[in-house]
C-alpha cells in the first residue's frame, strides 16, 4: 500500500521522493510505504491550509462543528476496521485499539458541542453606557505532531478543538503509524470537509516537523513525544514567537498504602504497567508500597503476571502485544540491564522474546523489579516499556515525596480507604492527573490531560482546557455614551 500525502482535499503523488517503508511490529511484514517529505511539499501544505482559514473562520461554529460531529459517526462506523488498522501497525491489542477508537469518537462528539459554546466573558464596564467582553478568536494555521502510541486519540485530542475554533492544520504523523493518519484523511473526505482544512504530511521530523515550526505562516505548534524532542520543539519555537503546546514525557507511580484493597490495587498496577506494553506517557512504571504489604503485593503481581498472555494483538486472547520496533526492544533491555547493575531485584521478565513464534516480531517479557531505591536510573528515567519497580515506603509523607522526586509531574495514583489520606494525597502530589483507587491511566476527553514539570509547558489537551491552544483572546469595548471615556481616568 502507497500512502500519499494529504495536501487541499487531495492524495498527492510526490513521485521524486524516497519511501520510508512502514512494518507489523508483531510480525515484521510490510504493510506500507509514505514519502519522506522535504520543506517543499511543507510549504506546499500550509499554503493550502492559510487560503482555506480565511474562509474557514467565517463559517459559524456551529457549522463547523456539524462536520466533527459527522466525523464522529464515520469513526462510529468504522470503528472495527479503524481498530484492526491501529492494531496492525501499532502492536496495541485489539481490545484497546477499539477503546483508542472510541476515544476519537467521543473527542469528535465532545468538540463538536464546543462548537454552540466556545463561551467568552461579559463584564460590567467601570464607565457608564460601556459594554465589555471577551470572545476567542482563531488563531490560523495549526501543526500537530504526533506518536505512534496513539496514533487516533491524540491526532483527535489536537486536531477536533483546533478545526471547532476555526483553524485549519497540518498533521505530522509519526512514520510508524501513518495508517491511522490514512484512514482520517479517508473519512475527512467522506463527510466533506472543505478542502485545505485538513493536511497530512508524512516525512521525519528533523525535515518535516522542523520547516512546520519555521514556517513563518505556522502559528501553532501542537507536540506529544518525549521530553528530548519536546524540548528541542520549544526551543526553536521559540526563536520564531510560536505559541507552542508540549505533552512529553512520565514517570508515573502508583501508590498502595497499608489499608488498601491489594486485589484491586494489583488489578491497577498490572493494567497500568503493562497494557499497551508499558508504552504510554502515563504507564505505572514506579510502585510506592507500604512497608506493611510489601510481600502481599509483590506475591499478588507475581502471581498475575504468570497469567499474562503475549503475542499479536490481533488474538483476543493475548493481553500484551509487541513493543513498536527493535530500538524500543534495546532501549528497554538496556535499563533493565541497569536496573540489576543498580542493585535492583529481577522477580520477574527481564528478556527479550527471541524464540518462535516471537522471533518475527518485537517483544518484552512483563518484569518486575523490587528493592528500587527512589534515586535509582530505572526510578527516575522514562523506560517506556512493560518494566515496573517497587520502592518501600514507610509513610504517607515518604511515598508523596518519592513521587515528586523525579523530573516528569504527569499522573499518579493512591490506593487507600482512608479519606483523609487520600485528601492529603490528591493535595499535595504534584501531577497534572492524579488517580484514586485506580491506576495512572483512564484519562477522559472532557477533562484537561497533561502534566507538570518535564511533562508539559502550562497547556492541555482534552477538556475546554484545550481550546486554549487554539484560540486567542480578544476583549471588545463597546462605547454607546456619545463622548470620550477615559478608562481610570473618567471613573471619578
Known sequence: MEIKNYIGGKWITHSHLQSIAVTNPANGEQLA?????????????????????KSWALIPAPKRADYLY????????KKEHLATVLTKE?????EEARGEVQEGIDMAYYMAGEGRRLFGETTPSELANKFAMSVRAPIGVVALITPWNFPVAIATWKSFPAVVAGNTFIWKPSN??????????KIFEEVGLPDGVANIIFGTGPTVGTALIEHPDVKVISFTGSTTTGSKVAELGGKHLKKVSLEMGGKNA???????DLQLATEGILWSAFGTAGQRCTACSRVIVHKDVKEQLEKRLLDEMQKLTIGDGLDEGVKIGPVINK???E????YVQIGKQEGATLLAGGRILNEPPYDKGFYYEPTLFTNVKPDMIIAQEEIFGPVVSLIEVASLEEA?????????????????????????????????IVYVNAGTTGAEIHLPFGGTKGTGNGHRDSGVAALDVYTEWKSIYVDYSGKLQRAQIDTE
Open 70 to 77: 459527522a466525523i464522529g459517526q464515520k469513526m462510529k462506523e
Open 33 to 53: 510505504t509514505i514519502p519522506r517529505s522535504t520543506s517543499n511539499e511543507v510549504g506546499e501544505a500550509v499554503a493550502v491550509a492559510k487560503q482555506a482559514q
Open 254 to 260: 502508583v501508590i498502595v498504602m497499608n489499608d488498601a
Open 327 to 329: 530500538a524500543a526492544l
Open 400 to 432: 508523596i515525596e518519592v513521587n515528586n522526586g523525579v523530573k516528569f509531574g504527569l499522573s499518579s495514583s493512591i490506593f487507600s480507604q482512608d479519606v483523609n489520606t487520600i485528601f492529603r494525597a490528591q493535595r499535595d502530589l504534584d501531577t497534572g
Open 176 to 185: 510508524e503509524t501513518p495508517m491511522m493518519a490514512y484512514e482520517m484523511g
Open 331 to 334: 532501549k528497554i533491555n538496556h
Open 90 to 94: 501499532m502492536g496495541k491489542v485489539i
